[in-house]
């Protein structure tokens, strides 16, 4: 094959020039220790990504992460959570019920290793690198130790901007991301892999306990986030549709025993806690409201081409910048170039089986539980599963690439889509350590709530009055609390709105400045203030990056 010849005359001869025995055999053994060390070199980049400057990026704990941090401590410390209830299901805190899994992660966690928030954060990294250990298995099974497939595999998760951003955040949906992995590994275990001649008995044994295993993965997903409620029953659906064969029915029943097993502790919380579990989800979604069912089909239609936009897939995701840097989509481009050619090459070559066809499904429905809310869609963590699949189903759009039986156009396409790939993951790595962190000063809403007490502390008052503004702060000072230095044990209580007091101090948010500055004081009172600014890295400021005002403020009022 000519190398002139034009790019689209190439590609309209690939049909005739791959292999026709499956994936291509594993690399020479002379290559094996090129790959280690790329392999060990993309691993030591994954893991250093992830723990670099882990508290200071985003800027501050999101009140979200803060109410986890403080439930969790106490969990640790007492057994109780902040409403005093020993060991709850699921945690109450301002106005929603947060999930068991995360958060008891998180106590385990402090318990052996110190309340901190990095290790608040730290519980984030340990479920994505579960998360990813178990994705490079289910890999490797999948396509038989393919290597080229693999290294993409590992730097493709390792960056895909949706994982990395939610990974250094204490938020719930990165564990969902865990358990999906495992029944996904678990799922083509049981049903795909190769069936050796059966021993009597013990084959069949093996099958039920697997089955079994996946059932208990598959129904505790739902302990995960709120939107495995529905994606694990979903899940199961589409296991029934495309899995129902009579020598699967067994496997399918033990599974679905097992699966709603796991569901008693949910069944239990929600009878003995009528809407505790729905009340969030009818807030945020307009199923339940009073408008006629046209419209509500308009917006559920109107919310899915969003999430499949093209907008929201690869160009700036979710406007959330609590979800997202505003900085490229959920998925590279190249992670959705090479998932429409491995679904084209699956289709075209009539390979598609039933496992291809349950991913297919498990990606179409994987927006539903972020299309049926309105509030704040795009959501990059309720759609935090459209990611994977497209990612998934790209690796074969890169055994398509490999199998290519002309070997100068296999390896030419392949440098370009890894050329490719390493520029994206270059350039959403720049913007996340140098361009992002000012921009999270204000999304998160907490930069210097830790630094603003101190401050006050070391003014030694005889109390601290925290302004509950937003409402959620209070998780922020019950938090940070466990991490300043407070040798005086000085009280420190919430206020609604902010009122000077003699000999106190006011931490309050910045919305609060101008309803204090309409306070007249004491004419005897000595008023000290403090703020924060966030500054810039020596590289930031190089490229343009300038300080950002803190969040929060001090105010110390002193008699005489």
């Not at 070391?458 to 503004?469: E, G, L, R, W, Y």
Request: include cysteine; charged fraction near 10%; hydrophobic fraction near 50%.
């Amino acid at each position: 094959m000519n190398l002139k010849q034009p790019p689209l005359f190439v590609v309209g001869r690939v049909g005739s020039a791959l292999r026709a025995n499956g994936w291509p055999k594993s690399w020479p053994k002379s290559w094996q220790p090129a790959y280690n060390v790329m392999v060990a070199m993309l691993l030591i980049a994954v893991i250093v990504a992830r723990l670099l400057q882990l508290t200071d990026i985003p800027a501050g704990l999101y009140s979200d992460e803060t109410s986890i941090g403080y439930n969790a401590a106490l969990i640790a410390e007492t057994g109780l959570d902040e409403h005093g209830t020993p060991f709850p299901t699921y945690f109450r805190a301002f106005g929603e019920y947060k999930n068991p899994i995360y958060m008891y992660a998180t106590a385990l966690i402090f318990k052996l290793f110190g309340i901190s928030a990095f290790n608040l954060r730290a519980t984030s990294v340990l479920f994505y690198l579960l998360a990813l250990m178990l994705t490079i298995v289910l890999i490797t099974k999948v396509f038989n130790h393919n290597k080229a497939v693999e290294l993409y595999a590992l730097a493709g998760f390792g960056f895909l901007p949706v994982f990395f951003m939610l990974s250094r955040i204490s938020f719930e949906a990165i564990s969902q991301l865990t358990w999906v992995a495992a029944a996904n590994l678990c799922i083509w275990t049981l049903f795909n892999r190769p069936n050796p001649q059966p021993t009597p008995g013990t084959s069949q044994r093996t099958d039920w306990l697997q089955a079994a295993i996946c059932g208990l993965i598959l129904g505790t997903s739902i302990y995960t986030y709120s939107t495995a409620r529905l994606l694990s029953l979903l899940m199961l659906v589409s296991l029934w549709v495309i899995y129902f064969k009579r020598e699967y029915i067994q496997k399918l029943l033990i599974l679905t025993g097992t699966f709603a097993l796991s569901l008693v502790p949910y069944i239990i919380f929600t009878l003995t806690h009528p809407g505790a579990t729905t009340e969030r989800f009818l807030s945020i979604s307009y199923i339940d409201d009073p408008i006629p069912l046209i419209e509500k089909i308009q917006i559920f239609i109107r919310a899915l081409f969003k999430y499949w936009s093209p907008k929201f897939l690869v160009v700036s995701g979710d406007a959330n910048l609590r979800h997202a840097t505003g900085h490229g989509g959920i998925v590279f481009y190249v992670t959705l170039g090479l998932f429409l050619i491995g679904v084209a090459s699956l289709i075209w070559r009539r390979q598609m089986t039933r496992f291809h066809l349950f991913l297919l499904a498990n990606l179409l429905l994987s927006p539903l539980a972020a299309v049926i809310t309105s509030a704040g869609a795009p959501h990059a963590l309720r759609s935090l599963l459209m990611g994977y699949y497209l990612w998934l189903l790209s690796c074969y759009g890169v055994a398509f690439l490999v199998q290519i039986n002309d070997l100068r156009w296999s390896k030419w396409m392949m440098g370009i889509a890894a050329l490719l790939l390493m520029v994206e993951i270059v350039s959403y790595q720049v913007d996340y350590f140098i361009f992002y962190p000012p921009k999270s000063v204000e999304a998160m809403e907490s930069f210097d709530v830790q630094s603003s007490l101190q401050a006050a502390i070391d003014q030694n008052p005889q109390k601290i009055v925290f302004v509950n503004q937003p409402r959620t702060s209070y998780a922020n000072l019950a938090f940070y609390a466990y991490l300043v230095n407070n040798p005086q044990a000085i009280p420190m209580t919430t206020a609604a709105d902010p009122v000077p007091a003699a000999n106190s101090c006011l931490v309050y948010h910045q919305g609060n400045q101008a309803a204090l500055d309409a306070i007249d004081v004491a004419p005897n009172w000595t008023v000290t203030a403090h703020e924060s600014i966030w500054q810039p890295s020596r590289a930031a400021a190089l490229l343009g990056v300038k300080p950002v005002e803190g969040i929060m403020k001090v105010k110390c009022y002193k008699t005489g």
